[in-house]
């Protein structure tokens, strides 16, 4: 009975140890959280070379599974294109030769800033952008840490009768988010290329 219970031990023992090695040698990636409407998503025309897979960089695609990185990174609408998140990610890897690069690409082509809230709908896309989004990049933090939310959006809010109230309606969507994902100082990124917004 005795040597029954040493060996259970010694099992335990080794599966324990096996399961601490997994952990710590399973890869960890820097993530980077990519949302918007199509400005995000990216339109530009494809070429071979952006069809080409970075070292070091991944993304998380529609699968929720990793992949090598590679335009188009979005799958909102058959024509998501060349876009800023792979060139930021090159950047980024430039900077720091020993990180891996993991791209959570969830941008909405025509969705608005009201469609990125919890239970909106967006119609042109057939999803809840920010419910995905939030869905997305909590997988994705499985594997790594959230280095920085990029949001590139504001077309879709450019009239003049919905321009003066953007800037509160961002300033919420950043604490939701942040809170959401747990990441209060995580860097907020936005593009845009209406200054009258803020």
């Known amino acids: ?22 952990q710590q040698t399973k890869e960890q990636f820097d993530i980077y959280l990519l949302i918007g409407q199509s400005n995000m998503a990216g339109r530009g025309h494809i070429e071979q070379q952006d069809t080409t897979a970075i070292p070091g960089i991944v993304m998380l695609n529609k699968e ?4 090598p990185a590679k335009d188009p990174l979005h799958f909102d609408k058959p024509i998501a294109g060349v876009g800023p998140g792979l060139t930021f990610a090159k950047i980024m890897a430039a900077q720091n030769q020993h ?8 941008a909405a082509g025509g969705s608005s800033i009201d469609r990125w809230k919890q239970g909106e709908f967006h119609d042109q896309t057939n999803s809840h952008p920010y419910d995905n989004a939030i869905k997305r990049a909590r997988i994705a933090q499985k594997s790594g840490k959230l280095q920085a939310i990029l949001w590139h959006q504001g077309e879709s809010d ?5 321009a003066p109230y953007y800037k509160e309606k961002l300033i919420t969507l950043i604490k939701t988010i942040r809170q959401d994902l747990n ?7 936005m593009g845009t290329p209406y200054r009258n917004f803020l």
């Open 64 to 67: 929720n599974q990793w992949v």
């Open 1 to 22: 009975m005795r040597q029954l219970k040493v060996k259970q031990f010694v099992v335990l023992s080794l599966l324990l140890i096996f399961v601490f090695c997994s």
């Open 99 to 106: 990180s891996k690069i993991g791209l959570v690409p969830c």
């Open 158 to 162: 450019s009239h003049e009768e919905k």
């Open 183 to 189: 990441a209060d100082n995580v860097p907020f990124i």
